[in-house]
Each structure stands twice: as C-alpha cells, then as structure tokens.
C-alpha cells in the first residue's frame, strides 16, 4: 500500500505542477530541525517539480508547537507525531491531511577515528557517559526530543549529578555532533540522521537495550493556511519514491 500511495503522490504532484506553474504560490513552512538536513534536499526537488516556492521556518518541534498554539499562521508544519497529534486535538490540523513520511532512531555519535565506548547495554553505555570528557546532546530546555529524552535516561541511571559538569549543548539550531568535530565532546546524543549530517561524525549505534527510541516525523496543513492547496501538494511530495529515496540515503527509515 505504501508503494501505490507513493505512485499516487508522486502523479498528484505533476498534475499540481501542470496547473501551479501559472501561479506558483510561496508555502511558508513551520519545520523541525531533525529533518533539516533532508528537506535541505528535497525542498529544491519539490520546488522544480511544482514551480512554488517553499519558505521554511527552522526551531525544535516542540517550540514550533507552542508557535501555532499561541496563534501563529503556516501552511504547512512537519514536525514530531506527538506534536501534531496535539495539535489535532485542538483543532489547528486539516482533518485528513497528515502523513508520517519518515522515522529516525536516537544513537551515539563520536568524533571519526576516535575510539569507540562500549555501548552494548544500558550498564556499558552508563560506564562510557561517566569515563567520558564531555557529553553533547541538545539543550532540554529547548523542547528539542532527543534532549529532553537523554536528559531523562541519565536521570533514570542515577548520575545526572555526575553528568552536570560534563554535559554540553550545541547553540539553538544546531547539532550535537559538531561538538565532537571542535573537540568539545568526545560522545554526542542524537537522532542517527542528525549525527550523520555532520561531516567528520561516525555513529557507534543506536541506544542500547530499553533505551532505544525512534522519532516518527508528521506532515501536515495548518487549519487556516492561504495556501491549502499547495502545502497539500508539498506533504504528498514527502511521500514520493524521490523524496524518500533522498531520506534512506541520509539515514532516515521507511514511515
């Protein structure tokens, strides 16, 4: 079924196209930074294929959400399924025009050639986190996922007192493997897409045993949008053989 809805989205978007490259129209854009490596890429792909041009607002998920809660107006959002599940419930989704496009586990990242912490269970990774210099991983208080998430593992292991003078945080926007790059961390926590979208990164593995987690991202059309239509176009688009092939290539998993 997920290949014919490809199909379908992908004949849905040359059809747009056919009929918007006489009035293309400027989508505005409320997007996670966990998929901003990808879109970086598909974005000009769609782009070509419709004629409209995509403006993109970069923040955590969990900020944008609080954006469109306090009233502020996109057209199209793509962000965590918690989020627009939310935002479903309190009437700021288009019924109908949400899709789960992609999936991405949270891992550990070091700098490439460095050698490689023993992350095989919850115990060992526990061992690496207190033997290592310094942690990275996004900043809780952002509402960033894979933040607040390792936030809560470290305190389930007991050692968030340790940890305190150790842990390190990339500026709003951006990611915590550039820390290891600059030699500020020697282990960051991350989405294995987020890892891997910084050169000079290599991902050890994902979170052992019952740490593991997948972030399952959601496109949807903002109840109000101006242009409904084309943020409709632009969410199908995230569903093409094209737009997924650039996911898998850049570590993303199948929806």
């Known amino acids: 079924m997920g290949k014919n809805f490809g199909r379908l989205a992908a004949i849905a978007v040359f059809l747009f196209a056919q009929a918007g490259l006489v009035s293309a129209a400027e989508i505005k854009v409320f997007a996670t930074v966990g998929v901003k490596s990808v879109l970086e890429e598909i974005i000009p792909k769609f782009e070509t294929a419709t004629g409209n041009k995509v403006?993109?607002?970069?923040?955590?998920?969990?900020?944008?959400?609080?954006?469109?809660?306090?009233?502020?107006?996109?057209?199209?959002?793509?962000?965590?399924?918690?989020?627009?599940?939310?935002?479903?419930?309190?009437?700021?989704?288009?019924?109908?025009?949400?899709?789960?496009?992609?999936?991405?586990?949270?891992?550990?990242?070091?700098?490439?050639?460095?050698?490689?912490?023993?992350?095989?269970?919850?115990?060992?990774?526990?061992?690496?986190l207190l033997a290592s210099k310094a942690v990275s991983y996004t900043n809780p208080a952002s509402g960033g996922a894979s933040g607040v998430y390792t936030?809560?593992?470290?305190?389930?292991?007991?050692?968030?007192?340790?940890?305190?003078?150790?842990?390190?945080?990339?500026?709003?926007?951006?990611?915590?493997g550039s820390l290891l790059v600059d030699g500020q961390a020697d282990i960051a926590i991350n989405s294995?897409?987020?890892?891997?979208?910084?050169?000079?990164?290599?991902?050890?593995?994902?979170?052992?045993g019952d740490m593991a987690f997948t972030v399952i991202y959601d496109a949807c059309v903002q109840t109000g949008a101006a242009q409904a239509d084309a943020a409709k176009t632009l969410v199908k688009y995230l569903m093409t053989p094209e737009a997924q092939a650039v996911l898998k290539a850049k570590g993303f998993d199948p929806a």
């Open 55 to 128: 403006a993109i607002t970069w923040s955590t998920a969990a900020l944008l959400m609080k954006r469109v809660q306090a009233g502020e107006q996109a057209d199209a959002l793509i962000l965590i399924k918690g989020n627009i599940e939310t935002l479903q419930k309190e009437g700021k989704i288009v019924p109908g025009t949400d899709f789960i496009f992609t999936k991405s586990i949270f891992a550990v990242g070091i700098k490439a050639g460095a050698p490689k912490p023993d992350i095989s269970t919850p115990e060992a990774f526990k061992k690496a």
């Open 151 to 176: 936030a809560k593992q470290i305190e389930k292991m007991g050692i968030t007192e340790q940890m305190k003078g150790k842990t390190k945080h990339p500026p709003s926007g951006g990611f915590s």
């Open 192 to 208: 294995k897409p987020e890892l891997l979208s910084v050169p000079g990164v290599e991902v050890v593995g994902p979170l052992p």
